[in-house]
């Protein structure tokens, strides 16, 4: 009598792959899932407070009408641009170096800047407006999944010959061999400085303009 071979295929649901973008996490030595989810919140709630994700910061920064953002972000890259170094220096933290491909850069910083101005939204501000039922952004975050898509069906046929040859990888303190944390210092200080010099301007909607008095309400004066 024959051996009878029954072949089962393994399937992938929901939740293995939830499982294994855990686990992946935790092998990458990025922390414990319950420290990520901590920051995710942290993050989320500064994001709310300062109100970044909206439209009109965004879209005001693009046509320099709001400086909200270049403000935050000069002052975040100041501050943990020192510390980051000095965690890593303590082995606290680790590089994750992307290569400089600059055409790629160029043409990619091109792409994100005019969705960005369009969408009103960034990748970091975006889920968050998804979690508030802001309908415009889901429907922008399901153009960049299928966008990301053709970049990775595409990739080796057209956008990688696109994007240029890479320049290797490298970070600032490198190119000054034996001044690192004085060169750390320096451009932490200097893009702090630059954050705070930034002029205050602001751009508000409605739903901004109601919660304000009325002597403080700008279209009033």
Do not use: W
């Amino acid at each position: 009598m024959a051996n009878v071979v029954f072949i089962t295929e393994e399937t992938n649901t929901l939740g293995d792959r939830i499982f294994q973008i855990l686990e992946s996490v935790i092998s990458q030595e990025h922390g414990s899932v319950a420290l990520v989810f901590l920051i995710g919140v942290m993050f989320g709630g500064i994001i709310q407070y300062t109100r970044v994700d909206k439209f009109e910061k965004i879209a005001g920064f693009s046509m320099l009408k709001d400086t909200i953002i270049p403000k935050m972000l000069f002052l975040t890259v100041g501050l943990t641009s020192i510390g980051l170094y000095f965690m890593i220096d303590a082995g606290g933290a680790h590089y994750h170096v992307k290569p400089i491909i600059l055409q790629g850069l160029i043409i990619g910083g091109i792409l994100f800047g005019i969705s960005m101005a369009i969408l009103g939204k960034c990748p970091g501000t975006g889920p968050i407006s998804i979690a508030e039922g802001r309908m415009d952004v889901l429907v922008g975050a399901i153009g960049g999944l299928f966008g990301g898509l053709v970049f990775t069906l595409y990739y080796e046929d057209f956008f990688q010959p696109l994007m240029g040859e890479s320049l290797g990888k490298s970070i600032l303190p490198d190119l000054f061999p034996g001044n690192e944390e004085l060169t750390v210092l320096i451009f932490g200080v200097v893009v702090t400085l630059v954050a705070i010099l930034i002029p205050k301007l602001e751009l508000f909607d409605e739903a901004d303009l109601s919660q304000l008095p009325e002597d403080k309400r700008p279209d009033k004066n």
